[in-house]
């Protein structure tokens, strides 16, 4: 059995659940919206792990679920009566725990994903894989970020969290605002020319796509009034191995690479997403990423 477990009307999650339809395997899905209908029991005790998953009337015991795929957004249960409430978040609670310590293939572990929670440590990571990194500064000092723009000449910031923000480049009017950095320290990258190039690591696979664009940041083009076109790429062999080995380092069976091919023939890594919003990437390139996800999860039913 194939757990899914996320928001029904989620594209990532759509994307799978019609792979697995499409392969004919054996799934249940677990949407985050229902979770008042549903009802977890984790026992733990001398003999392991039991328990057992009940929705929709049907139960099934923890131990049958082989694989898991999960994107565990935060529940939205305001429009629930306050019993339901509790229900629900409480039952989320208990399933992210689940997720990490359950003897099953979990796409990916909420541990792993925490990394993406500092954009620093993530970047640390990146280099010990072997990836070059943009020169980076952090900090909430102006005259520091003025020094760094003196040295770097073009520069673009983002959040250090891993709450996604636009990347944006330090421009005239962006340095008139930071007096603000005083309350909110940023991450400030030395401009990389070059092609992206998203890669999604899917068990031993690396599916990889290169993006055409003139926006700083490519998945907010249209905002800046011009386009991406993603089109099917392949990667140097030591590429695609780097960025499997460096996901598998990570704990992440999925994950979603930033690169920067730049006209030396060099590739720049700028973070590793734990997950990723593949489906964006399949309906504009064609990558059987899906498909590919679905074959990992069933290689373990």
């Known amino acids: 059995m194939i757990?899914?477990?996320?928001?029904?009307?989620?594209?990532?999650?759509?994307?799978?659940?019609?792979?697995?339809?499409?392969?004919?395997?054996?799934?249940?899905?677990?949407?985050?919206?229902?979770?008042?209908?549903?009802?977890?029991?984790?026992?733990?005790?001398?003999?392991?792990?039991?328990?057992?998953?009940?929705?929709?009337?049907?139960?099934?015991?923890?131990a049958d679920i082989r694989a898991?795929?999960?994107?565990?957004?935060?529940?939205?249960?305001?429009h629930l009566p306050e019993p339901a409430q509790k229900h629900a978040l409480d039952l989320h609670r208990h399933?992210?725990?689940?997720?990490?310590?359950?003897?099953?293939?979990?796409?990916?572990?909420?541990?792993?994903?925490?990394?993406?929670?500092?954009?620093?440590?993530?970047?640390?990571?990146?280099?010990?894989?072997g990836f070059l990194v943009p020169p980076t500064l952090v900090t909430s000092d102006e005259a520091e970020v003025r020094a760094f723009q003196k040295t770097h000449g073009r520069v673009v910031f983002k959040s250090i969290s891993g709450i996604r923000s636009i990347v944006t480049e330090l421009d005239d009017t962006w340095l008139s605002r930071m007096h603000r950095l005083a309350q909110l320290p940023t991450q400030f990258q030395a401009h990389v020319p070059g092609v992206d190039v998203r890669v999604h690591v899917?068990?031993?696979?690396?599916?990889?796509?290169?993006?055409?664009?003139?926006?700083?940041?490519?998945?907010?083009?249209q905002r800046s009034g011009t386009t991406a076109q993603v089109v099917v790429t392949t990667l140097p062999p030591a590429i695609a191995a780097r960025c499997i080995a460096m996901s598998q380092a990570m704990g992440l069976p999925l994950s979603g690479i930033d690169l920067r091919l730049r006209p030396d023939g060099e590739y720049v890594c700028f973070e590793v997403n734990p997950m990723p919003a593949f489906s964006y990437f399949e309906a504009e390139s064609g990558l059987p990423i899906a498909a590919a996800l679905a074959g990992l999860l069933m290689g373990f039913e």
């Not at 898991?68 to 305001?78: H, K, N, Q, S």
């Not at 293939?105 to 925490?114: G, I, K």
């Not at 068990?203 to 490519?218: C, V």
Request: some cysteine; glycine content about 8%.
């Open 3 to 62: 757990l899914v477990y996320g928001q029904g009307d989620d594209p990532p999650i759509e994307h799978l659940v019609a792979a697995l339809q499409r392969a004919g395997a054996r799934y249940q899905l677990l949407d985050i919206a229902r979770l008042d209908q549903a009802r977890l029991d984790v026992q733990v005790g001398p003999q392991g792990m039991a328990g057992e998953l009940v929705l929709d009337g049907v139960c099934t015991a923890l």
């Open 95 to 129: 399933l992210v725990e689940w997720l990490d310590v359950a003897p099953a293939c979990v796409v990916s572990r909420p541990a792993a994903m925490q990394a993406n929670a500092s954009k620093p440590l993530q970047a640390q990571w990146i280099g010990e894989a």
């Open 68 to 78: 898991v795929y999960a994107r565990p957004l935060e529940p939205a249960v305001a």
């Open 202 to 221: 899917v068990g031993q696979q690396a599916l990889a796509a290169e993006i055409t664009s003139t926006a700083t940041d490519y998945r907010y083009a």
